[in-house]
């Protein structure tokens, strides 16, 4: 089993992603040879490392699924220990995403949802800042003082929504944990690292609180004579989390601080981290050693270039804007650029915490 890089073309099509711009195509992934990209007006997701049923990560030398590879070696790319506790998939779904335009409002359910089907899952969520126009913002829970009553009255009465909730400046390395029951949008300006959980071989499920009240053509534009995107405010009420704290407190409770992990001129930090995963940034120039995991790892090349190189003697190169899943046979890792790198690496590495 060798490293492999995966597909950099995972794109979502524009009529999911109105809202999207073009910083995934004209900067993350410009040096790459991507049939068909030059005729992408816009570009809001790419899925760098997936298995999850709509768009499943493919390995770029064969095509072959990701989610394929690893149900037939679970012990290869999960870890001994993952598959003694009956894992035989990796939960993790790591997004790119570029917001030209404002997300909707949304929010994610929990795993054990009795609503959900038995395709369907909850979400548990990361932010990682990549860039942020000046002035751009996050949304994330409501304002002091907004209760479910106050929520229902304006989406019913076509009021503004983001008027009750917290807006949140951001700058580039700005993380969050956003988790289920959390009301949250991305607005306009803003690329991003999105990790998130998702149970394997299922869907996850995303309800839609509110979409500015906007239209759409049938290609995904906007316009004043074509339709709105489907709202799901009935489940969205149910699943709110009613209970957390509003305000300043509840955005503090979300922001995650850096913790560096390795200090040398290749730094390894911890950027975010909840109950169901850990994502780490890997920047700089050098060396950098990273003792086994004993899990899959989800790498996304957002800058530079390097050689990874594994215990069991593979390596490869990966550069801005490709991506790898690092199985746990890997053993340790060495991240090595080159001796006069021009630009820094820079990785943003997400690993799954036993469920």
């Given at each position: 089993?060798?490293?492999?890089?995966?597909?950099?073309?995972?794109?979502?099509?524009?009529?999911?992603?109105?809202?999207?711009?073009?910083?995934?195509?004209?900067?993350?992934?410009?040096?790459?040879?991507i049939?068909?990209?030059?005729?992408l007006?816009?570009?809001?997701?790419?899925?760098?490392?997936?298995?999850?049923?709509?768009?499943?990560s493919?390995?770029?030398?064969?095509?072959?699924?990701?989610?394929?590879?690893?149900?037939?070696?679970?012990?290869?790319?999960?870890?001994?220990?993952?598959?003694?506790?009956?894992?035989?998939?990796?939960?993790?779904?790591?997004?790119?995403?570029?917001?030209?335009?404002?997300?909707?409002?949304?929010?994610?359910?929990?795993?054990?949802?009795?609503?959900?089907?038995?395709?369907?899952?909850?979400?548990?969520?990361?932010?990682?800042?990549?860039?942020a126009?000046?002035?751009?913002?996050?949304?994330?829970?409501?304002?002091?003082?907004?209760?479910?009553?106050?929520?229902e009255?304006?989406?019913?009465?076509?009021?503004?929504?983001?008027?009750?909730?917290?807006?949140?400046?951001?700058?580039?390395?700005?993380?969050?944990v956003?988790?289920?029951?959390?009301?949250?949008?991305?607005?306009?300006?803003i690329?991003?690292?999105?990790?998130?959980?998702?149970?394997p071989?299922?869907r996850?499920?995303?309800?839609?609180?509110?979409?500015?009240?906007?239209?759409y053509?049938?290609s995904?534009?906007?316009?004043?004579?074509?339709?709105?995107?489907?709202?799901h405010?009935?489940?969205a009420?149910?699943?709110?989390?009613?209970?957390?704290?509003?305000?300043?407190?509840?955005?503090?409770?979300?922001?995650?601080?850096?913790?560096?992990?390795?200090?040398?001129?290749?730094?390894?930090?911890?950027?975010?981290?909840?109950?169901?995963?850990?994502?780490?940034?890997?920047?700089?120039?050098?060396?950098?050693?990273?003792?086994?995991?004993?899990?899959?790892?989800?790498?996304?090349?957002?800058?530079?270039?390097?050689?990874?190189q594994?215990?069991?003697g593979?390596?490869?190169i990966?550069r801005?804007?490709?991506?790898?899943?690092?199985p746990?046979?890997?053993?340790?890792?060495?991240?090595?650029?080159?001796?006069?790198?021009?630009?820094?690496?820079?990785?943003?590495?997400?690993?799954?915490?036993?469920?």
């Amino acid at each position: 089993m060798q490293l492999r890089l995966l597909r950099p073309d995972n794109f979502t099509p524009a009529t999911r992603t109105p809202w999207g711009g073009r910083r995934i195509l004209d900067h993350y992934k410009r040096d790459l040879t991507i049939a068909g990209a030059a005729d992408l007006e816009v570009c809001g997701e790419s899925w760098e490392v997936s298995v999850e049923p709509s768009f499943p990560s493919r390995f770029a030398d064969t095509d072959e699924p990701l989610g394929e590879a690893i149900a037939n070696h679970p012990a290869a790319w999960l870890g001994h220990d993952a598959v003694a506790r009956g894992q035989r998939q990796t939960p993790l779904l790591v997004k790119l995403l570029d917001a030209r335009d404002n997300l909707s409002v949304q929010v994610h359910p929990d795993d054990h949802d009795p609503a959900l089907n038995s395709g369907e899952s909850g979400k548990f969520e990361s932010w990682y800042i990549l860039d942020a126009d000046e002035g751009a913002v996050v949304y994330m829970g409501f304002r002091d003082g907004v209760g479910k009553n106050d929520v229902e009255r304006c989406l019913r009465g076509s009021g503004q929504l983001d008027d009750l909730l917290n807006p949140i400046p951001v700058t580039p390395g700005d993380a969050f944990v956003i988790a289920p029951g959390t009301v949250h949008a991305i607005a306009a300006g803003i690329t991003l690292i999105e990790p998130q959980s998702v149970l394997p071989d299922r869907r996850a499920v995303t309800y839609r609180y509110w979409d500015w009240n906007r239209r759409y053509d049938r290609s995904g534009a906007q316009s004043p004579r074509g339709k709105p995107r489907e709202l799901h405010i009935d489940r969205a009420l149910a699943v709110t989390d009613w209970n957390a704290p509003r305000g300043e407190e509840f955005v503090a409770a979300c922001r995650t601080r850096s913790e560096l992990l390795d200090s040398g001129p290749l730094r390894r930090e911890r950027v975010s981290q909840c109950r169901y995963f850990v994502l780490e940034r890997w920047s700089g120039t050098g060396v950098l050693r990273v003792p086994a995991q004993n899990g899959l790892l989800a790498a996304v090349c957002v800058a530079g270039s390097a050689r990874l190189q594994c215990q069991t003697g593979d390596s490869l190169i990966i550069r801005r804007g490709q991506s790898i899943a690092v199985p746990a046979r890997a053993g340790d890792i060495e991240l090595i650029t080159a001796d006069r790198a021009e630009a820094a690496v820079e990785l943003l590495v997400t690993r799954a915490k036993p469920r």
